[in-house]
């Protein structure tokens, strides 16, 4: 059964700080890892990973993959206070279904 | 571009009533469509998987008969969750494949039920 980890669970810091996510995954005939950012409603697309080692950036989010240990991790640089949301990985197979993790809720306070 | 709308938004209904969920993409079509479930503070679960014109791939544990998928356009596919009770209160949340990369999923606002 494919399986994605995620954590820490929630996580509370001060604007300005930076923050590290992680994601662990176990996926049959591995596609591709996507971050989501979910904000009350339905997640919003953030990434799309399908090779190692190649850092995707944008604005003060970036994120890698490492498809050697199964592991991604999502970084937030200069935090504010409209970062904060749950932040969902999801690793998609050959059979073009997502399977998620928890989230990490991630809080920034002012 | 690769906007996916659901209707509605919200709905509250009676325990024993039938409860229809739309989910379009509105500038792309579709080749396929997944209905996802989401408890509060849980992630997103999937259900089924919908592809147009045949009939819907449900995970282990859903119940088909309950959760009824039509995808009768490649723009359109409904959930109807019939004869609910409050137990299937829950955000529905439907996403579409545009096809052109493999596991890219666009996400439909979702639809909070509530049934009384």
């Known amino acids: 059964e494919d399986k994605v980890v995620q954590s820490p669970l929630s996580l509370v810091v001060h604007e300005g700080d930076t923050v590290t996510l992680n994601c662990s995954y176990e996926v049959t005939n591995f596609r591709s890892l996507l971050w989501y950012k979910q904000e009350k409603k339905a997640p919003t697309f953030l990434f799309m990973l399908t090779s190692s080692g190649i850092e995707k950036k944008s604005g003060r989010l970036s994120s890698i993959l490492d498809k050697k240990e199964l592991f991604s991790i999502l970084n937030i640089t200069a935090t504010q206070t409209g970062d904060s949301a749950v932040y969902l990985c999801?690793?998609?197979?050959?059979?073009?279904?997502?399977?998620f993790g928890k989230g990490t809720l991630l809080t920034v306070n002012p | 571009g690769a906007v996916v709308s659901q209707h509605p938004s919200r709905v509250i209904c009676k325990s024993g009533t039938s409860v229809k969920i739309e989910c379009r993409s509105l500038?792309?079509?579709?080749?396929?469509m997944f209905w996802y479930r989401q408890f509060p503070k849980q992630s997103l679960m999937l259900m089924a998987t919908?592809?147009?014109?045949?009939?819907?791939?449900?995970e282990q544990g859903v119940e088909k008969d309950k959760f009824l998928i039509n995808h009768a356009s490649l723009t359109l596919s409904t959930l109807t969750v019939t004869s609910a009770h409050p137990e299937d209160s829950s955000f529905y949340i439907c996403?579409?494949?545009?096809?052109?990369?493999?596991?890219?999923?666009?996400f439909g606002p979702g639809t909070r039920l509530t049934v009384l």
């Open positions: 996403s579409a494949r545009t096809g052109v990369t493999y596991n890219e999923q666009f």
């Open positions: 919908s592809n147009e014109g045949s009939k819907a791939t449900y």
């Open positions: 999801s690793s998609g197979g050959s059979n073009y279904k997502l399977t």
């Open positions: 500038d792309f079509q579709a080749t396929t």
